[in-house]
């Protein structure tokens, strides 16, 4: 009797591990993900170049890791220090850089990463395309049903600068704004151009906004040459020609003038720096 109880027991045993359990050979081996590293000892800047064709130029004193194989869906690297990417578009996969607290996510286009440990500031500038910047301690607390993420979104010639210490974005033009296409109309020389013309001119070179009173300055016109000009040396001097002044505020260009007489009563409204 006690025999049949051990054997009934037993088949019981081996028929219920049989149905819940998986042969240890059928369980999946987890893929092992390898993380390359490049380190920039050297004072010069040195340039990496990923398998799907991003360009990396990594500034002296940074560190830049990535996974060897990249997510289906996502492009990931982190930084440390100082770097300018110019991103391969692939709308399917993303490129997301995090540094330090900031997470910076592109589709494809060109911009620079600064966020170094022992400054206070770190900073996005974007040179050509869109890029969002978010901070990572504030993405981590957004339940991942809120898509209303605190950041900025930055085009062409903008940056952001972000203050560690309050977590605070501030976002502007960037330094020295390059011209990312020349206007439909000329290059930057005009013969008696009424000055919203001007400044439509100067919108479609540089990607940014400028906010005038039209009425108050349709009466205002331009003989000028600026076409080797910066752009905050051209609008000083346009400025000046319409008795005018302007200020950046946010990533937008605020012009704020009176108007000018009419061109036949004061040669004044009239700037030729040629």
């Given at each position: 009797?006690?025999?049949?109880?051990?054997i009934?027991?037993?088949?019981?045993w081996?028929?219920?591990?049989?149905?819940?359990?998986?042969p240890t050979?059928?369980?999946?081996?987890?893929?092992?993900?390898?993380?390359?590293?490049?380190?920039?000892?050297?004072?010069?800047?040195?340039?990496?170049?990923?398998?799907?064709?991003?360009?990396?130029?990594?500034?002296?004193?940074?560190?830049?890791?990535?996974?060897?194989?990249?997510?289906?869906?996502?492009?990931?690297?982190?930084?440390?220090?100082?770097?300018?990417?110019?991103?391969?578009?692939?709308?399917?996969?993303?490129?997301?850089?995090?540094?330090?607290?900031?997470?910076?996510r592109?589709?494809?286009?060109?911009?620079?990463?600064?966020?170094?440990?022992?400054?206070?500031?770190?900073?996005?500038?974007?040179?050509?395309?869109?890029?969002?910047?978010?901070?990572?301690?504030?993405?981590?607390?957004?339940?991942?049903?809120?898509?209303?993420?605190?950041?900025?979104?930055?085009?062409?010639?903008?940056?952001?600068?972000?203050?560690?210490?309050?977590?605070?974005?501030?976002?502007?033009?960037?330094?020295?704004?390059?011209?990312?296409?020349?206007?439909?109309?000329?290059?930057?020389?005009?013969?008696?151009?009424?000055?919203?013309?001007?400044?439509?001119?100067?919108?479609?070179?540089?990607?940014?906004?400028?906010?005038?009173?039209?009425?108050?300055?349709?009466?205002?016109?331009?003989?000028?040459?600026?076409?080797?000009?910066?752009?905050?040396?051209?609008?000083?001097?346009?400025?000046?020609?319409?008795?005018?002044?302007?200020?950046?505020?946010?990533?937008?260009?605020?012009?704020?003038?009176?108007?000018?007489?009419?061109?036949?009563?004061?040669?004044?409204?009239?700037?030729?720096?040629i």
């Open positions: 009797i006690a025999a049949s109880v051990l009934i027991v037993s088949v019981g081996f028929t219920f591990t049989g149905q819940f359990s998986t050979s059928e369980v999946p081996e987890e893929q092992e993900i390898t993380v390359v590293t490049h380190v920039n000892n050297a004072d010069v800047p040195k340039t990496v170049i990923l398998s799907e064709g991003t360009s990396i130029v990594l500034q002296p004193h940074s560190v830049l890791e990535y996974p060897s194989e990249f997510l289906p869906n996502l492009r990931e690297v982190s930084l440390e220090g100082e770097a300018y990417f110019e991103v391969t578009r692939d709308p399917e996969r993303p490129f997301v850089v995090r540094s330090g607290d900031i997470v910076t592109v589709l494809g286009t060109s911009f620079t990463v600064r966020n170094v440990e022992d400054e206070d500031n770190a900073l996005v500038r974007v040179r050509t395309g869109k890029v969002s910047v978010v901070v990572a301690e504030k993405m981590r607390h957004t339940p991942s049903s809120d898509n209303n993420v605190e950041g900025v979104v930055l085009m062409a010639n903008q940056q952001v600068v972000y203050e560690k210490m309050g977590m605070r974005m501030v976002k502007s033009l960037v330094e020295n704004p390059t011209v990312l296409a020349r206007p439909s109309r000329h290059n930057f020389e005009f013969a008696d151009a009424p000055i919203a013309e001007v400044f439509t001119s100067i919108e479609e070179a540089y990607g940014v906004e400028i906010v005038f009173d039209e009425e108050a300055l349709s009466s205002c016109y331009l003989n000028a040459n600026l076409d080797d000009v910066p752009l905050y040396e051209k609008l000083k001097l346009i400025c000046k020609g319409i008795n005018a002044t302007y200020e950046i505020m946010d990533s937008r260009i605020l012009v704020y003038g009176k108007g000018c007489r009419e061109p036949e009563e004061s040669e004044d409204t009239q700037l030729n720096p």
